[in-house]
């Protein structure tokens, strides 16, 4: 009876640990991309925003922001709240106007031990090594003529880099909000049960 | 009588071992000479002087796997074989937001497609090594965050998912746009290099086609005559 408990117990924990496993796996890999970085924004969960006066999304980044922070189908304990100063916010915003075939970029930076910011480079970051902050430069000269949707699509694709997912490219993925070029964002793109789950696993 | 000839048999050896010794040696200062004709001048900056290295992510707008999607992605798009020369410092130009862009001198080129391209001496590609200084003034709000110090004598790397490790003096097919202000820029970086030799196809074509193979994702564009 003792060791009929112990079997039980054991195929019990076997498969708890293969189905966490999988979860893993599942939150990792994209039809066979990587979507996480493995590091993370620290302390992340609960920040602020800041947008550079000479940036004009001001209309555009909030709605994004609320399409993470309320996404319609999967819930994440993101909040992030406008400031009016940089010192201290974590997602920043900034404009530029090029025709380079760039929407938008995102650099993620981290704290030193002398209170500088240094950056983190994306090898660092698939170590699991975590950012302090990042900014997104958006390129007016594509993203002025783009409907109000694709706007939405490429700031929280870009917010998603700061929080440390990272571009997918596979045809398979081309309607996730991570597809690394905005071709197919004309149609509202939601975080999907993938991205939730990694977003869910790093800010609790 | 045997043993002379063996003697000389192993001193023509010695001869003929040592006039090749010099002669690979002659030549190796010949490809040496050659190399030193131009300098990546990025590859100067020892790792000490360079205080920060950035990855940057972005968002395209056309997919940059798709060659066909890059030679469309613009209106004035030429497709152009060249050969590189020097690497100079990252710098921003107008055309440039937080991304610097590197200025490479082009030796030769020749038109393979598209717009006619008149006199071509210089690229532009995205990233490279770019003064702490320049970054400061293109970038200030961010700088002062970060608690950067202008100096000259550091440096700043930015890093793409498309960059890629050009070869002073080696040939390129490069898909090309022109900027505003008249310069002209590789598109997307490694996504618009190519292997300067043609792919050939064992696949018959009706159509006379011209092959080559990118540098960063093995995608092959095709050009038709």
Same mark, same amino acid.
């Given at each position: 009876m003792r060791y009929t408990r112990i079997f039980v117990r054991s195929i019990i924990t076997l498969m708890v640990g293969v189905t966490g496993m999988m979860t893993s796996l599942n939150a990792l890999n994209v039809g066979g991309e990587r *979507? !996480?970085? =493995? =590091?993370s924004l620290l302390e992340g969960t609960n920040v602020t925003y800041y947008i550079d006066p000479d940036c004009e999304y001001t209309a555009a980044i909030p709605s994004a922001i609320q399409r993470l922070m309320y996404p319609s189908k999967y819930s994440n304990k993101l909040v992030l709240t406008r400031t009016y100063s940089r010192a201290y916010s974590k997602v920043d915003f900034y404009q530029y106007s090029s #025709? !380079? *075939?760039? #929407?938008a970029s995102t650099v993620r930076r981290k704290l030193d031990t002398k209170g500088n910011y240094y950056s983190l480079t994306l090898a660092s970051a698939n170590n699991g090594t975590s950012w302090n902050y990042g900014y997104i430069d958006i390129n007016d000269n594509y993203m002025a003529k783009y409907s109000q949707t694709k706007r939405n699509n490429v700031i929280l694709h870009e917010i998603l880099h700061v929080y440390g997912l990272r571009d997918l490219y596979s045809t398979n993925n081309r309607y996730s909000i991570m597809y690394g070029s905005s071709e197919y964002f004309e149609n509202n793109r939601e975080i999907d049960s993938f991205i939730s789950t990694v977003l869910n696993s790093k800010y609790k | 009588m045997k043993k002379l000839l063996i003697v000389l048999t192993f001193m023509s050896l010695f001869i003929v071992g040592c006039s090749d010794k010099k002669q690979s040696e002659s030549l190796g200062v010949e490809i040496e000479e050659e190399q030193v004709l131009y300098t990546n001048h990025q590859k100067e900056i020892s790792n000490e002087r360079v205080i920060e290295s950035l990855d940057v992510d972005s968002s395209y707008t056309v997919n940059p796997n798709d060659p066909e999607a890059l030679l469309e992605s613009s209106e004035k798009i030429s497709v152009v074989r060249a050969r590189l020369g020097d690497i100079f410092m990252a710098e921003y130009i107008n055309d440039s937001g937080s991304i610097p862009q590197t200025p490479v001198d082009v030796v030769s080129y020749e038109v393979i497609d598209g717009d006619d391209v008149q006199d071509l001496d210089k690229l532009y590609y995205n990233g490279g090594i770019v003064n702490t200084k320049d970054y400061m003034e293109r970038m200030p709000g961010d700088a002062k965050k970060a608690g950067m110090e202008s100096s000259e004598d550091t440096y700043v790397q930015f890093t793409l998912d498309s960059t890629f490790d050009y070869e002073v003096g080696s040939e390129y097919v490069l898909i090309i746009r022109q900027l505003d202000s008249g310069d002209y820029a590789i598109v997307l970086d490694g996504y618009g290099t190519f292997y300067s030799e043609e792919v050939v196809s064992k696949q018959r074509s009706n159509q006379n086609s011209r092959k080559f193979k990118n540098v960063l994702n093995d995608q092959l564009m095709i050009i038709n005559d």
């Open positions: *979507l !996480d970085t =493995g =590091g #025709n !380079d *075939l760039i #929407n | -």
